[in-house]
Nanobody, 117 residues
Framework: QVQLVESGGGLVQTGGSLRLSCIAS????????MGWYRQAPGKQRESVAA???????TYATSVKGRFTISRDNAKNTVYLQMNSLKPEDTAVYYC???????????WGQGTQVTVSS
């Protein structure tokens, strides 16, 4: 079992920045991959970024160059630094953990990000 707690969402203007945090209830070194998904109203949940236990990162094309995923193993925390935010980034952002494989096994409760134009 892994509990995930997100924080850091909020309201920001276009071009602004936010940093999301996701704290895991156990060592993230025991988790194969962690990442962030988002879901906008009326849309399907989509992958935003992921980071493996070895530190390899992947990004959705729509956020590449603007978002950075990172991890602090000592704090069991994964971060999503979001810069140059756009209104289309508005969504609920969910942290996830894929313990052994690559598909998410556990999810956080989500944190709302709203970008005003």
């Amino acid at each position: 079992q892994v509990q995930l707690v997100e924080s850091g969402g909020g309201l920001v203007q276009t071009g602004g920045s936010l940093r999301l945090s996701c704290i895991a209830s156990r060592s993230i070194l025991s988790i194969n991959s962690m990442g962030w998904y988002r879901q906008a109203p009326g849309k399907q949940r989509e992958s935003v970024a992921a980071i493996t236990r070895g530190g390899i990162t992947t990004y959705a094309t729509s956020v590449k160059g603007r978002f950075t995923i990172s991890r602090d193993n000592a704090k069991n925390t994964v971060y999503l630094q979001m810069n140059s935010l756009k209104p289309e980034d508005t969504a609920v952002y969910y942290c996830n953990a894929a313990v052994a494989g690559w598909s998410p096994d556990y999810w956080g409760q989500g944190t709302q990000v709203t970008v005003s134009s």
